[in-house]
């Protein structure tokens, strides 16, 4: 491993070369065999463009978890009214971490192929048509609705943190807070308007539509649709050329701190998604109802943006990032385990706690991935390293929680469970805190100027 040069807090790279950052991440089958495409910085000289950049960010990133959260405080009535079994119930919750797994490698054949400006409308696009296509009451639907969403969300993910790299280069700390704050801002209007707004159906309708939560997962597509429209400027000119580096990064998947940061945002996005996908009902089991259940949720995300907006800062603050790393698992811990067992009528500030403290664990998992690569080229590729195989392993705890608690009727086991994956991220956050740069080779193979169609 290489140690980082002192001057290094957030930037990638004083090397103008290496903030010509690629988009995507790996394949999760070898690292070998990939293209690093270096896109040259755009024509965003004035601070208007960058503005209107900036908020384009803002806007696509809020919708990339509106499909998660809105489920979770709906999900007892999608699956009275669908039929669903709990193993459905269960492999619903679990779908968002393991298409983001599976799919997320494969951002960067579509941003080679179209181009990362075209490639995020088309996923926007799709992300609209799968989150709408939630409204036709079916489990069928359902289903194909949020794999479609989730596909899209997944390839977004490893798209993202590149483009902000390559646009903001002298920014890339607080660019991240920024999307990352605007993530959990979405997340929190679905977590807690998804119930009251099929209340205001049912309504509307004087009770006579059995499939007002349908609708109101349907209507979280509008967002989406506004992102694309608002992208759309963003598109370059039609024969315009864009120049492109063709790199290999090799070495990196048999690196131990690169599996030590891959295993930090894994594990950390599995205590995400379970409490994205079953909060709200272990809540409503303990006798909350589901609008509040709904809002507590969403009260939690709040809480991760205003996380989400400092983490960077604090990150980069201090020598490394070990500390920190530990003390927001510990945080996430302990706030489960009050969410799970205090009084409701103290639920609230546990909740507020444990927002803090995720959505401090979610923005130090993105940040260490640039601060642990030595420039931007490993850093893309770490970041479809830790997304790719990340997320497939956080796909697995919602799904064990869904079946614990429906074996065992018991908040017990789902406290084992979390606690022990608390403990295990706060090993490997520790361990990726350190202040070492990856070990891996960056090797230039070919340079052209490519007509962008």
């Known amino acids: 491993m290489k140690s980082p040069e002192t001057s290094h807090s957030g930037n990638l790279s004083a090397d103008p070369g290496a903030t010509l950052s690629s988009i995507g991440g790996p394949s999760v089958d070898a690292t070998e065999d990939l293209a690093r495409y270096a896109e040259a ?55 968002p971490s393991l298409c983001f797994g599976f799919f997320g490698p494969l951002a960067p054949m579509l941003a080679r192929r179209l181009g990362t400006e075209r490639a995020l409308l088309v996923l926007l696009a799709l992300l609209t048509f799968g989150t709408a296509l939630r409204a036709v009451p079916t489990w069928p639907a359902l289903y194909a609705g949020q794999v479609s969403a989730c596909f899209a969300v997944g390839l977004m993910n490893v798209l993202l943190p590149g483009l902000v790299k390559r646009d903001f280069p002298r920014h890339v700390a607080p660019m991240t807070g920024l999307y990352s704050a605007a993530m959990c801002a979405g997340a929190a209007s679905a977590a807690a308007a998804t119930v009251p707004i099929a209340s205001s159906i049912e309504r509307i309708t004087g009770g006579a539509s059995p499939d007002a939560w349908a609708y109101a997962l349907g209507l979280w597509a509008l967002p989406a649709a506004l992102a694309a429209l608002a992208w759309w400027p963003q598109m370059p000119p039609a024969g315009h050329h864009a120049r492109r580096a063709i790199f290999v990064v090799r070495g990196l ?61 604090l990150a980069t603050r201090g020598h490394d990032q070990r500390a920190v790393n530990v003390i927001a698992l510990m945080l996430t811990c302990v706030s489960l385990m009050g969410c799970f067992f205090a009084p409701l009528s103290s639920m609230w500030g546990w909740v507020l706690l444990l927002g803090i403290a995720q959505g401090t664990s979610f923005t130090l998992a993105l940040t260490v991935i640039g601060l642990r690569s030595p420039d931007s080229h490993v850093a893309a590729q770490l970041s479809g390293m830790a997304q790719g195989v990340g997320y497939l392993l956080a796909s697995s705890g919602p799904f064990v929680a869904g079946y614990l608690l429906h074996s065992t009727g018991s908040l017990v086991s789902l406290a084992v469970l979390c606690g022990a994956i608390c403990v295990l991220s706060a090993w490997f956050g520790y361990a990726a805190g350190r202040p070492v740069h990856v070990n891996a080779q960056v090797e230039q193979q070919v340079q052209s100027r490519t007509p962008e169609a």
């Open 253 to 313: 998947w048999r690196d131990p701190l690169a599996w030590q940061v891959t295993l930090f945002m894994g594990t950390q996005s599995s205590l995400a998604y379970i409490v994205f996908g079953w909060l709200p009902t272990v809540l409503r089991g303990r006798g909350m109802s589901a609008v509040d259940a709904g809002f507590m949720l969403s009260l939690s995300t709040i809480a991760q943006a205003v996380a989400a907006l400092s983490s960077p800062m």
């Open 41 to 95: 910085m755009p024509p965003y000289h004035s601070s208007a463009g960058a503005i209107l950049l900036a908020a384009s960010l803002v806007l696509i990133s809020f919708s990339l978890r509106t499909p998660i959260t809105s489920v979770g405080p709906i999900l007892l009535e999608a699956v009275r009214a669908t039929g669903l079994s709990a193993t459905g119930a269960s492999v619903l919750t679990t779908l």
